[in-house]
């Protein structure tokens, strides 16, 4: 009877500390002043727990944590990277959660220095994987149209693609697209985008832009036709369409189209 007690205040022991190893890894910890004070982006670095939410200074971390059973989940405002770090009014600082509480408009986006699409309408990303569409007047839209029109030629091939403005067809993406623009990955993420939306006459990609993860990618269709021009905008995160939008210029919204 001793010995089966013994065993069990063993096992109670030994699950314990490895509860209290997972827990205290995966935690949001406190960052006191000096670990986070920074003069510079480069001082800052993501605080070495699982699916971290602050950035501290690289000097405060005296050496290296234990490895650390972490779940595989990707969690939006985590950092990590330093890439996801700055040094704003001397604190180290995570770029997705400052962006998720301060940027809510297109300007704000702009003026935080994100990623703009040059497309039409513009569209910025936050670190945090939220898009905002610029606002535009008629005026400038009309421009636009007349552009397409006969300005630059407007003359459109077999497949509806825009010749004067740079635009031939793919094969591969089954698009318009301007083939200088467009390294590998990005051809795959525009082909992906245009098979999340179906191939049509004067189906263009507009712009492929980069996310903050692997394979995650941001993509501005436009497919155009005698009647109307449609705007989409296709998110991918890891390889994996998640999101694709039409896009409503003149309200600045946008419907969900993936089930």
């Known amino acids: 009877m001793k010995t089966t007690t013994k065993k069990w205040t063993l096992m109670l022991v030994i699950a314990s500390v490895f509860a209290s190893v997972l827990l205290t890894g995966c935690k949001v910890t406190e960052i006191n002043a000096d670990a986070s004070y920074c003069e510079k982006d480069s001082d800052c670095v993501p605080e070495p727990v699982c699916h971290p939410q602050n950035c501290v200074n690289k000097e405060s971390i005296k050496q290296p944590n234990p490895a650390l059973a972490c779940t595989l989940q990707?969690?939006?405002?985590?950092?990590?990277?330093?890439?996801?770090c700055m040094c704003l009014d001397n604190k180290c600082t995570?770029?997705?959660?400052?962006?998720?509480?301060?940027?809510?408009?297109?300007v704000e986006c702009e003026e935080a220095g994100y990623p703009v699409m040059e497309s039409y309408p513009r569209q910025c990303t936050t670190p945090d994987g939220r898009s905002f569409v610029e606002a535009v007047n008629e005026t400038v839209e009309q421009d636009d149209n007349a552009l397409d029109n006969g300005l630059i030629g407007?003359?459109?091939?077999?497949?509806?693609?825009?010749?004067?403005?740079g635009y031939t067809w793919n094969e591969d993406a089954q698009a318009c697209v301007r083939a200088w623009e467009l390294n590998t990955e990005e051809l795959q993420a525009a082909e992906m985008a245009v098979n999340s939306v179906g191939?049509?006459?004067?189906?263009?990609?507009?712009?492929?832009?980069?996310?903050?993860?692997?394979?995650?990618?941001q993509v501005s269709l436009e497919k155009w036709s005698v009647d109307e021009t449609k705007r989409?905008?296709?998110?991918?995160?890891?390889?994996?369409?998640t999101s694709t939008n039409i896009i409503d210029t003149e309200n600045i919204d946008s419907e969900n189209i993936i089930d």
């Open 94 to 106: 995570n770029k997705k959660v400052w962006a998720s509480e301060n940027v809510d408009s297109f």
């Open 154 to 165: 407007g003359q459109r091939d077999e497949h509806g693609c825009l010749g004067p403005a």
């Open 199 to 217: 191939a049509e006459y004067g189906m263009t990609v507009v712009e492929v832009i980069a996310a903050f993860c692997p394979g995650c990618w």
């Open 232 to 241: 989409y905008e296709v998110m991918i995160d890891g390889w994996k369409v």
């Open 74 to 84: 990707y969690e939006a405002l985590a950092a990590y990277s330093a890439e996801d």
